[in-house]
């Protein structure tokens, strides 16, 4: 498949784009500097819908100042050309007043979830995710719409804000995709020289520590302890945090790192799965050089042992 999506700008390029599909409709919303894990969002849209249309719009509203809004990659033509690969039909890259066409007075609160972890770090980022999603959600109209578990809690916050306001769209989690070397892509690896870039692989080797010692039978303060333990051993890696949450609630069952993850006071019911074990997920943010990276993996704990 080597046909080039169309390419709309404006809101009402998008409608009558739009009116000329039939049949469902999966939705990839993006930032562009498309790389393979952007690419696997695609192709399993494809397979979920007649058509498939990404968005590519660097949102102003979720990056607080003196975050990477203007240095943000922007690499429309080679994503276009990449898109034409995987079997995009239509492509949304629209500018900030075709999204943002007048002031937003309304906000989104997504409650508890959007306040740890990445919340602590970027109080006003989900605000943001949670406006720029439900704005083209609402334009887009998909049946279903596909995002990455490598943004885990943005995942658990759309699920609360969708459910929460019953956004009439079907949410389609896509697994992490990582480099060779275990490193989970990102728009922002392109940021690492060499050397940082070899240090990052102690993120992912440190999360793989940590699921381990689960399975072990370790209890979540000693998971979140064995991967502390591997990213202060590599060196020159500032951790922002190390958490373990649980995977449906999100609530964060232990925790540690400078920006001091608070264990839930009342967490609610735990996330079982089959075998009786606790769905849980372990998180990392860390600043590699002057990069914030983040990742993550599941991590099933023995119940009795989750708050351990
Ligand atoms: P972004 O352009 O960073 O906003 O990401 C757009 C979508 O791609 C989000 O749903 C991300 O979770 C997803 N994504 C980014 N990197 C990866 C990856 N390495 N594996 C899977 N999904 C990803």
């Not at 046909?3 to 599909?21: K, N, Q, S």
């Not at 992490?176 to 993120?203: K, P, Q």
């Not at 050089?289 to 989750?306: F, H, K, S």
Request: with cysteine.
């Amino acid at each position: 498949m080597t046909t080039r999506p169309r390419l709309v700008r404006t809101r009402t390029e998008l409608a009558d784009a739009l009116g000329a599909l039939g049949g469902a409709r999966a939705l990839v919303m993006t930032m562009g500097a498309l790389h393979e894990g952007h690419l696997q969002l695609v192709r399993e849209a494809r397979a979920l819908a007649d058509h498939v249309v990404v968005s590519i719009f660097v949102n102003p509203t979720q990056f607080a100042p003196g975050e990477d809004f203007d240095a943000y990659p922007r690499t429309l033509d080679a994503d276009m050309e990449a898109l034409a690969g995987v079997g995009a039909d239509l492509v949304w890259a629209p500018g900030p007043a075709d999204v943002y066409p007048a002031p937003v007075r309304a906000t989104i609160d997504p409650g508890p979830v959007a306040r740890v972890l990445e919340g602590a770090s970027r109080p006003t980022h989900f605000a943001g995710v949670a406006l720029v999603c439900t704005k083209v959600v609402n334009l887009v109209r998909p049946d279903v719409a596909l995002y990455g578990l490598k943004d885990a809690q943005q995942l658990a916050v759309l699920r609360t804000v969708f459910e929460g306001l019953d956004v009439p769209v079907r949410l389609h989690p896509v697994p992490i995709v990582r480099d060779h070397d275990g490193v989970a892509l990102s728009s922002r690896n392109r940021y690492l020289a060499a050397d940082e870039r070899a240090r990052a692989r102690a993120l992912p080797e440190a999360l793989s520590l940590a699921v381990a010692a689960a399975r072990g039978g370790a209890g979540a303060a000693l998971a979140v302890e064995a991967a502390r333990e591997r990213i202060e051993a590599e060196g020159g890696i500032a951790i922002d945090y190390i958490a373990v949450v649980d995977d449906g609630t999100f609530d964060v069952l232990a925790g540690t790192g400078s920006a001091a993850p608070q264990v839930a006071a009342n967490p609610g019911p735990a996330t079982i799965v089959e075998g009786g074990l606790r769905a849980c997920r372990v998180l990392v943010a860390a600043r590699v050089g002057g990069t914030r990276l983040i990742d993550n993996m599941e991590l099933p704990l023995v119940c009795e042992e989750a708050g351990a």
